[in-house]
């Protein structure tokens, strides 16, 4: 029995932890853990006050997946309303569906009974939305962005592909060995309206299966959508390879991409036995775990597979 997140989770995985303790489902523990850092206004990468698209509005990504039945949920780019990972649990459980995006997404979350969320991102983080923008554009570029037919350009001047991207990973194995992983994210900031990275993308960004572990990802998540890295870690360990062998293997994956945008990737995973891993293409980068008999997580160092950055 073990938590496993990045470590932005902190804030959730005692959370996470307690309800396995308490013979909670992992999915319960996923969400439970999850749900707490979507809520951390200090945490602009994830949940309430993360960093707006380049129109100033929060999107929210989220993904969940039972590793027990392989059933999974997720909604993309949802606006006004607050815990995506479980609006992305309440599409696995009560439709036939796998992933919910946009209105619909928003829609959805209002029949489940989600209070809106009016506002979605607080003064100070405006502000960093607006300064960000006025590096390139005049105040009257800002005020007339929603109407502006070249977004796309201005895309691309207000992006930094490093400090804007996050994501937070929960991997939980419960007291039955079932497996779940989850993810959810503001995704990357000031980015094109309607933008998904990997975390609503099973198999790029999260996935699960008792049968051998599961991973979870977070950063460019257009690299992990190109590789389908959590899949293919996980297919990996299917092959016969050890967790640390997958580990390598899905990195190397995305080292070999081509293109002009080659950024950052992160990920954690554990195999069936519940032994964990993190892994990152950058230096200094850790990553969380919990057990049930530890009182406090403990946090370790991921690591290092480099992928030599492009971009443009």
Not at 10 to 37: K, N, P, Y
Not at 40 to 58: A, K, M, R, S, W
Not at 249 to 254: E, F, G, P, S
Not at 265 to 272: G, H, P, Q, R, Y
């Amino acid at each position: 029995m073990i938590v496993v997140a990045s470590s932005n989770g902190r804030i959730g995985i005692q959370a996470a932890t307690d309800t396995i303790r308490q013979g909670g489902t992992a999915v319960a523990a996923v969400e439970v853990g999850i749900r707490l850092v979507e809520a951390n206004p200090d945490d602009h990468t994830v949940g309430f006050n993360g960093y707006p698209n380049i129109l100033g509005e929060v999107e929210l990504d989220a993904g969940i997946m039972n590793g027990r039945t392989l059933e999974s949920g997720a909604v993309g780019a949802m606006k006004g309303y607050l815990h995506a990972i479980t609006v992305a649990r309440q599409v696995m459980e009560q439709l036939p569906h796998v992933l919910l995006v946009g209105d619909g997404a928003s829609r959805f979350a209002a029949e489940m009974g989600h209070p809106p969320q009016a506002e979605m991102v607080l003064p100070e983080t405006r502000e960093v939305w607006a300064n960000r923008l006025r590096t390139d554009m005049s105040n009257s570029d800002i005020e007339q962005i929603a109407e502006r037919t070249d977004l796309a350009r201005w895309v691309q001047l207000a992006t930094d592909p490093e400090r804007t991207k996050g994501t937070v990973n929960f991997i939980a194995q419960d007291k039955d060995g079932n497996i779940c992983t989850g993810v959810s994210t503001s995704g990357w900031a000031w980015k094109y309206p309607g933008r998904l990275g990997d975390s609503p993308i099973i198999g790029a960004g999260n996935y699960a299966d008792n049968r051998y572990g599961a991973a979870a990802c977070t950063g460019m998540g257009e690299m992990a959508i190109r590789a389908c890295t959590a899949h293919s870690l996980v297919f990996y360990m299917k092959m016969g390879l050890s967790l640390a062998e997958a580990c390598q293997r899905a990195m190397a994956d995305l080292r070999d991409l081509a293109g002009r945008f080659i950024s950052v990737m992160n990920l954690v995973a554990i195999d069936k036995e519940g032994n964990h891993a993190g892994y990152s293409s950058v230096d200094g980068r850790t990553y969380i775990y919990q057990t049930l008999n530890m009182p406090d997580y403990e946090e370790l160092p991921r690591t290092v597979v480099p992928i030599p950055p492009r971009w443009g």
